[in-house]
């Protein structure tokens, strides 16, 4: 079968949630000589549904490490790393990739839930505050975000703010 029958299988599988045989149309694309870029789009989204949060810490870092990684690599590094190591680890990979990405308002928001939890209600409230500035969208995931909870107690309000 051609590689890109296999991911397009793999895409399905994922789709319906059946992981182990979204991983092995996987395997067989990757074998049969898929694309790379194509195939790692598929990983970073296998092993997210997996919650293997360590071989997705590992395999977003080695793509990273190659160089190029786009914004969404660093975040799901982060995510991963948050889970599989320590907020503060995460809090580090996105630090090295708001050097890159600056305007990127998911590193922004992330970095102040991040802030929050440290009790650096200051640095989160500028965070946030940022991240709802480059993106609006994220005004509603700040009234609910728990790792946001401290500072909508200082705030009294749903939003940082009070927006």
């Known amino acids: 079968m051609f590689p890109q029958r296999r991911l397009m299988h793999a895409r399905g599988y994922l789709g319906l949630g059946l992981l182990a045989d979204a991983e092995r149309e996987l395997f067989l ?3 049969g000589g898929a694309e790379p870029a194509e195939v790692a ?45 320590s907020l503060a680890a995460a809090e580090t990979v996105l630090k090295e990739a708001e050097k890159l990405f600056p305007a990127e308002p998911t590193i922004q928001f992330n970095l102040g839930c991040y802030a929050c939890q ?7 409230r500028r965070r946030v505050d940022r991240a709802i500035a480059l993106e609006p969208g994220f005004r509603l995931a700040a009234a609910t975000d728990p790792d946001l909870a401290p500072l909508r107690a200082v705030d009294g309000t749903d939003c940082p703010n009070g927006a």
Not at 65 to 78: K, L, T
Not at 118 to 124: F, G, K, M, P, S
């Open 29 to 31: 694309a990757e074998d």
């Open 41 to 85: 789009e598929i990983r970073l989204v296998l092993l997210h549904e997996k919650s293997d949060w360590a071989a997705l810490r590992d395999f977003t870092g080695s793509l990273i490490a190659r160089g190029g990684a786009d914004a969404g690599v660093w975040i799901s590094c982060a995510y991963a790393t948050r889970r599989a190591d």
């Open 118 to 124: 440290r009790d650096d209600l200051a640095t989160a």
